[in-house]
């Protein structure tokens, strides 16, 4: 016997279908966002991408003088903020 999905028995379609709705309503109720909020909101994710990135290289390039380890820690650091970037970049971009 098959579970019932979660959500109170609403799939993960329905729920999708459902904050699509929801969206389509607050942009007729509130219209489209100016080119100020636009281009604000662009430069808000490239600070959330471009920061973490900038601490792993400072962090990677005294860890690597530190220890004496080539770019080691800086290549895996840069990685990292790479990675945390677009996170929170994404996180942001969702919770709009």
């Given at each position: 016997?098959?579970?019932?999905p979660p959500n109170g028995g609403q799939t993960d379609l329905h729920h999708a279908v459902k904050l699509r709705e929801e969206r389509n309503e607050r942009w007729r109720r509130e219209g489209e966002r100016s080119i100020w909020q636009n281009l604000s909101m662009i430069g808000?994710?490239?600070?959330l991408i471009v920061t973490?990135?900038?601490i792993g290289i400072f962090?990677?390039?005294w860890l690597d003088r530190t220890f004496e380890?080539?770019?080691?820690?800086?290549?895996?650091l840069i990685f990292l903020g790479a990675v945390l970037g677009a996170y929170l970049a994404w996180h942001r971009i969702q919770s709009k």
């Open positions: 016997m098959a579970k019932p808000a994710l490239g600070w973490p990135i900038l962090a990677g390039r380890t080539g770019i080691f820690y800086s290549g895996a």
